[in-house]
């Protein structure tokens, strides 16, 4: 049984920075694609980012993150990251991770991230 429990939300300022995080559990993390995916309140969900098994890393084109998130994984701690900065109210969302092994993909309950003064 696999389970990702995300953590690293909370409430900042504008131009701030956070590290969310995903650790699984169970599953074979190695071979396992690692995505970020984000929802507003009243949004469909939108994917951010992904970081491949091999480390390869894709973002989305949306100028919106571009150049302020950055994916990571850590494999011994079964662990992916993204590291937020310069962080905007319009930013402020559920984040999720989701785990990709072959056919099946597995969901974190989400982490809130609001950015506020």
């Known amino acids: 049984q696999v389970q990702l429990a995300e953590s690293g939300g909370g409430l900042v300022q504008p131009g701030a920075s956070l590290r969310l995080s995903c650790t699984a559990s169970?599953?074979?993390?190695?071979?396992?694609?690692m995505d970020w995916y984000r929802q507003a309140p009243g949004k469909e969900r939108k994917w951010i980012a992904r970081i491949t098994a091999g480390g390869s890393e894709y973002y989305t084109d949306s100028d919106s993150v571009k150049g302020r998130f950055t994916i990571s994984r850590d494999s011994a701690k079964r662990t992916s990251f993204l590291q937020m900065s310069n962080l905007r109210p319009e930013d402020s969302a559920v984040y999720y991770c989701n785990m990709n092994i072959g056919q099946r993909e597995y969901w974190g309950q989400g982490t809130q991230v609001t950015v506020s003064s």
């Open positions: 169970g599953g074979t993390f190695r071979v396992a694609d």
